[in-house]
T-cell receptor, first 117, second 113 residues
Framework: DTAVSQTPKYLVTQMGNDKSIKCEQN?????MYWYKQDSKKFLKIMFS???????INETVPNRFSPKSPDKAHLNLHINSLELGDSAVYFC????????????????FGDGTRLSIL | EDQVTQSPEALRLQEGESSSLNCSYT??????LFWYRQDPGKGPEFLFT???AGEEKEKERLKATLTKKESFLHITAPKPEDSATYLC??????????????FGKGTKLSVKP
């Protein structure tokens, strides 16, 4: 009964390939997120998305694109993978965007460790 | 620019030795401050939310406090199972309509028996 689940847990691939990471949440939350945790363990927001609005961190290359087939899923697609994309990618969800719910905590998956050869 | 700084980067304690972790923040209007615990190979696990200066929250051996510039996570009589990385995050008014979090780099806590 995992709340936020990501697949795969590990992803090893060659430079230049295209790959996707899947995320599903069963919490009934309105908003989902993607974070990148680099080698120094620093977590940075990449995207936040609900069915009405996609907010993209301006530092994220356009090779990264979130795709949401429905409210419970937000997949991350990455084109033309580069060495610098190696990191752990975390999916999260929370109950926003109603204004009075903005302070609700985000719940995280266990991450996908992406390694580029 | 909104920023979160945690100190120390690493903390080693003996079992039963109480201490505090610090989270200093500069944000353009604080909506909320969050503490998370992260174990190796796992995602961050939510611990507390603090909304306003003077607020305190407790859970077992952990107590979080908040001022206008910083938050402390106090650990009383820690046990080895408290070993983890503790992350602080803030939600700022400039963080977008969907509540994006700004994280600190974390404090890695090791508790020896």
């Amino acid at each position: 009964d995992t709340a936020v689940s990501q697949t795969p847990k590990y992803l090893v691939t060659q430079m230049g390939n295209d790959k996707s990471i899947k995320c599903e949440q069963n919490l009934g939350h309105d908003t989902m997120y993607w974070y990148k945790q680099d080698s120094k363990k620093f977590l940075k927001i990449m995207f936040s998305y609900n069915n009405k609005e996609l907010i993209i961190n301006e530092t994220v290359p356009n090779r990264f694109s979130p795709k949401s087939p429905d409210k419970a899923h937000l997949n991350l697609h990455i084109n033309s993978l580069e060495l610098g994309d190696s990191a752990v990618y975390f999916c999260a969800s929370s109950q926003v965007p109603r204004a009075h719910l903005l302070n609700q905590p985000q719940h995280f998956g266990d991450g996908t460790r992406l390694s580029i050869l | 620019e909104d920023q979160v700084t945690q100190s120390p980067e690493a903390l080693r304690l003996q079992e039963g030795e109480s201490s505090s972790l610090n989270c200093s923040y500069t944000v353009s209007g604080l909506r909320g401050l969050f503490w998370y615990r992260q174990d190796p190979g796992k995602g961050p696990e939510f611990l507390f939310t603090l909304y306003s200066a003077g607020e305190e929250k407790e859970k077992e051996r952990l107590k979080a406090t908040l001022t206008k510039k910083e938050s402390f996570l106090h650990i009383t009589a820690p046990k080895p199972e408290d070993s983890a990385t503790y992350l602080c995050a803030v939600q700022a008014r400039g963080g977008g309509s969907q509540g994006n979090l700004i994280f600190g780099k974390g404090t890695k806590l090791s508790v020896k028996p």
